[in-house]
């Protein structure tokens, strides 16, 4: 190659090197070019044999092509390599290099093994780590065991997360412990059932086909995925049932609350098949959640790398299945000092311990009740997966500009509660409840009539609702948020949204065979060899589950209109796209709470009760479409035939749904005194009191008295426009200055998503994850890969079973028959200001702040 290179010599230590027309050295061998390929790329040697093979074979004119629409894809995607995004525009931008390719020898070949590598695999590390490029459809998926053991997890999962959510403290069962005893169970079923069976079109189904598969597996663990969470429907029948709410007894009727269950989960379920082509297919929708499921499965079932260069100074030679094993008994029996021996070490609130009432020192410092500024607050892994967002799994741009953006609300909060702006000065700093002008919490009976409508007369000579500082910036950054990501979707995605939108109407042409905007990465090429899921299916589920809403809306007094499911339909179709993408490529989630709240609040003031139909459908719609699109992408990544992944989730969700519905009435019937502070068993409903509590403040009450013209909050409102123009200022400066790498490197939705971590949560959750994300995604990926590739989501994996089945195990044994450890390292962490909150300021007997009693309405 070096006689066909325009070069200079350059002596070196190393030998002789030469540089071509772009400045890339070469030399006569091809391991330079591969070298600098596996920096750039983060790609083992490994990963380079399959792509080196067809990199010989490519043509100038067929890379071409191939890099433009890389780089049309992957230009502002902060998990592409920078580096090679600008090899990218160095290659495309030089006419010279198509007219004398003589001269380019060296970059033409670099292009061709980058091209060759994104055709033959993923272009991304964390992807090449646990995803395989290869599949064999013989490997039995949809078997009899799988589909037994799949429904009895979901049974079992949605009858405990059920049975327990109304405990203080609640319990959740997640997916991750069904995988985890999926597979004990799955291989007992190998060893010990008879290979009888029948066979029904063509295909013999046995009750043991053979060795259990890592698609079996996963199918199992899919439909354990979408069982595990209880309705949230759920939430508006306790509030409508029970006498100490708004005693509306045919609530307890079954087939309403069915309904309207079956079409909350089931239109999310729908809207996730419309639109995988916007979310799933896509090779740039990564899913990081999802790869840690996948590290697990591989774990168990695909552990062929050999021995890796560790940064202990030594060749690593461990398995996965043993690396999980050993990592897992750590985390299970040190889980055990700081959930309950010492829960000192999960509150290390160490600071505050040098003066407890002292309420500047723990207004700043405080973990319960402070901003959490603390250098090193916690020893929990468990509190830094309090959002979904282990610092493992999640890269770690993301979790460096959530990091930063709840340091900017930070700001804002200790600037709003030391200048009494709004009275926040008579509240706790970072509280997420909502006080009246006493600084008590708020009473809304005092603000309602009988049936729980809004009284005007009551409520002007109660009070209006007062947020803390920590509360108003959250709502303030929520509003932010929301168009923000409407705003950032169009700039930063609007290529790839527009390829989805060409692709779902590919879908319905009777010519199949075209290309035109198809995604030909190679987990989509081996998937082909499935038969698709029809759009109609989906379409199907979509139009029953709003004939089950429209029947459960309009056949009972639930004061609202059927619209309300027709509103949800609408707000899930204008942001699930956008939400979705930035779920998938940083693992953030924005949920529409709060939106729904303030439109639904708006829309129907005065009634709670329509309110929650709003933010039910509203908020869960798009909710369940994210969700089960990140269990698309499992199936995707694993090759489970699309049309059984269909079946596992729609049979997934509605076994869940019923077995929800008939423990939520076991509940509401038969434990004595439930909800209330005499309910046996702690079954104290904490999570439905905020829920009712939240839907006559936002339904009765009604946004419009909080946020509206006049209302005590309007100015917060300045959180719509600020969050709109945001990702326009910051598209711009990164395309000013598009080689500024850490530029790229900002996502402004994340940045905004970092400041809704506050109130009750604060820097005590967020910072402990930036330095061990730094050093996983940073320091191991880039100096250590083979190792990172091989442990880093196993250990993610293992950390978070351990720490599943450790919470169970104690809260069994131990706290739910109260047995308590009473001493210094469990009592210390509720001293002073951080057991009860303290304020700046404080009141004189019979003094109130805010509006004057008849200034107000």
């Known amino acids: 190659m070096s006689s066909e290179i325009e070069s200079k010599r350059v002596n070196t230590t190393e030998g002789i090197h030469e540089k071509d027309a772009d400045g890339y050295r070469s030399s006569d061998v091809e391991l330079p070019i591969d070298a600098q390929v596996e920096t750039d790329l983060n790609v083992t040697e490994q990963d380079l044999q399959e792509a080196r093979e067809l990199a010989g074979n490519l043509t100038l004119e067929e890379i071409r092509p191939m890099m433009e629409k890389v780089l049309a894809i992957h230009e502002k995607d902060p998990n592409f390599p920078f580096s090679i995004i600008e090899r990218i525009r160095a290659f495309l931008g030089n006419e010279d290099i198509f007219e004398n390719p003589e001269k380019h020898g060296v970059l033409i070949e670099e292009m061709k093994l980058e091209a060759s590598l994104i055709t033959v695999n993923s272009p991304y590390a964390e992807v090449r780590a646990v995803v395989d490029n290869h599949d064999d459809p013989s490997i039995p998926c949809g078997t009899i065991r799988a589909w037994v053991i799949g429904s009895g997890f979901a049974i079992l999962l949605a009858f405990i997360n059920q049975l327990f959510s109304i405990r203080q403290p609640a319990i959740n069962v997640q997916a991750n412990v069904a995988q985890l005893l999926a597979y004990p169970i799955g291989k007992f079923c190998e060893k010990t059932l008879p290979d009888v069976g029948f066979t029904l079109w063509g295909i013999r189904h046995s009750l043991n086909p053979g060795k259990f598969s890592k698609k079996e597996h996963m199918l199992i663990t899919i439909m354990a995925n979408v069982s595990w969470n209880y309705p949230y429907t759920n939430n508006i029948i306790w509030v409508q049932y029970l006498p100490t709410y708004f005693n509306q007894s045919y609530a307890g009727q079954f087939s309403y609350q069915i309904l309207i269950a079956l079409a909350t989960n089931f239109i999310g379920y729908g809207m996730a098949g419309i639109v995988r082509r916007f979310l799933v297919y896509p090779s740039y929708c990564v899913w990081p959640a999802s790869l840690v499921t996948i590290a697990l499965n591989s ?11 560790s940064p202990f100074g030594r060749l690593f030679t461990m398995t996965r299945m043993k690396f999980f094993g050993v990592t897992f008994a750590a985390m299970f029996v040190y889980f055990w000092f700081p959930q309950y021996i010492f829960t ?5 609130s160490w600071l505050s311990w040098i003066s407890p009432n002292n309420t500047t020192l723990s207004a700043v410092t405080g973990f319960n009740n402070g901003l959490g500024v603390n250098p090193w607050p916690t020893f929990d892994w468990n509190i830094l997966l309090f959002d979904n967002t282990d610092p493992l799994m999640i890269p770690f741009f993301s979790t460096m500009n959530k990091f930063i953006g709840s340091c900017i609300a930070c700001v804002v909060i200790a600037a709003l509660w030391w200048s009494n702006a709004w009275n926040t000065a008579y509240l706790p700093i970072n509280s997420n409840r909502v006080f009246d002008n006493t600084g008590s919490l708020y009473n809304v009976s005092r603000a309602i009539d009988d049936r729980a409508l809004f009284d005007a007369a009551k409520y002007a000579d109660y009070s209006p609702p007062f947020l803390s500082a920590g509360n108003l910036t959250v709502y303030m950054f929520f509003f932010s948020i929301y168009s923000a990501t409407v705003s950032y979707a169009y700039l930063y995605h609007r290529y790839e949204i527009a390829m989805g939108f060409r692709n779902l109407f590919n879908s319905f042409r009777k010519n199949k065979d075209t290309e035109l905007g198809t995604y030909t990465d190679v987990h ?16 199907l589920v979509v139009v029953v589950a709003i004939a089950l809403g429209c029947a459960g809306i309009a056949n009972w007094e639930t004061y609202t209109s059927v619209g309300v499911v027709f509103y949800g339909l609408a707000l899930c179709a204008l942001f699930v796209i956008p939400v979705g993408i930035i779920k998938a490529m940083t693992g953030i989630e924005v949920t529409l709470n709060v939106l729904a709240e303030f439109i639904g609040g708006s829309w129907v003031q005065g009634n ?11 908020y869960v719609t798009c909710a369940h479409a994210v969700w089960f699109s990140n269990d698309l992408k499992l199936a995707h990544y694993v090759k489970i035939p699309p049309r059984q992944t269909f079946m596992a989730q729609m049979i997934g969700t509605l076994i869940s749904t019923f077995v929800c519905v008939g423990v939520l009435n076991f509940q509401m019937n038969q434990i004595p005194d439930v909800c209330t502070v005499d309910a046996p068993n702690r079954f104290t409903c904490p999570g439905i009191n905020t829920f009712f509590t939240a839907s006559v403040l936002w339904g009765t009450v009604g946004p419009v008295k909080v946020f509206g013209a006049g209302g005590l909050y309007t100015a917060l409102l300045v959180g719509f426009p600020l969050g709109f123009v945001v990702p326009i200022i910051f598209y711009f400066v990164q395309k000013r200055y598009r080689k500024q790498s850490w530029l790229r490197q900002i996502h402004p939705v994340a940045l905004f998503y970092g400041a809704l971590t506050w ?29 990172w590739s091989k442990y880093n989501f196993v250990l993610s994996a293992s950390w978070s079973s351990a720490i599943a089945i450790a919470a169970i195990i ?18 210390v962490v509720a001293d002073g200001c951080e057991g009860s909150a303290c304020t700046l300021k404080t009141l004189n007997d019979g003094d109130y702040f805010g509006p004057r009693l008849g200034e107000f309405s």
């Open 524 to 539: 989509n090429r081996l998937m082909a060899k499935y038969a698709e899921v029809p759009e109609w299916w989906y379409s």
């Open 810 to 827: 104690i809260f069994f044994t131990l706290q739910w028959l109260q047995v308590d450890l009473e001493w210094w390292g469990n009592d």
């Open 759 to 787: 109130a009750p949560y604060n820097l005590s959750y967020i910072w402990p994850a930036v330095p061990i994300a730094w050093f996983s995604w940073i320091y191991l990926k880039r100096r250590y890969l083979a190792f």
């Open 299 to 309: 774990a168990f079932h695909n552990d062929k790398t050999g021995p890796v260069e």
């Open 344 to 348: 000192a070490l999960s509150v290390f």
């Open 608 to 618: 709670a009760l329509a309110m929650n139909f709003f933010k039910s459908f509203g």
